[in-house]
């Protein structure tokens, strides 16, 4: 079987593009050590909406994103943007993430 290498989170809490939605619930996944399949068949999607995903196409339909998400143990976060230096300062401090954006 295929070893599962995990990949970190993406540095900034910031989602501005599918791309880095698809980075971090990539990271979510290969840190639980599932494979595409074997996250694809527990979430109940097909493989080719999380490979979609994951590559940030943005095609895909918010629902199955949050089904996901939310399959992989991520919250995501809804705030205005007046206060996201704040809360990705606040995150940083959380996480001890590096504060690089």
């Given amino acids: ?11 900034d809490p910031c989602v501005d593009s599918p791309v880095t939605l698809g980075q ?7 840190q639980a050590g ?4 074997d996250a694809a068949l527990s979430i109940g999607v097909a493989l080719q909406t999380l490979v979609d995903i994951e590559a940030g196409k943005p ?7 949050l089904q996901v998400a939310r ?10 943007q007046s ?3 704040i809360a990705r300062r606040r ?4 996480t001890g993430a590096s504060d690089e954006a």
């Fill in 1 to 11: 079987m295929k070893r599962v290498v995990p990949t970190p989170f993406p540095a």
């Fill in 24 to 30: 971090a619930i990539r990271s979510a996944r290969t």
């Fill in 34 to 37: 599932l494979r595409q399949e």
């Fill in 59 to 65: 095609g895909v339909s918010i629902g199955k994103i």
């Fill in 71 to 80: 399959g992989l143990g991520i919250s995501l976060f809804v705030l205005p």
């Fill in 83 to 85: 206060q996201r230096d």
């Fill in 91 to 94: 995150l940083t401090d959380l």
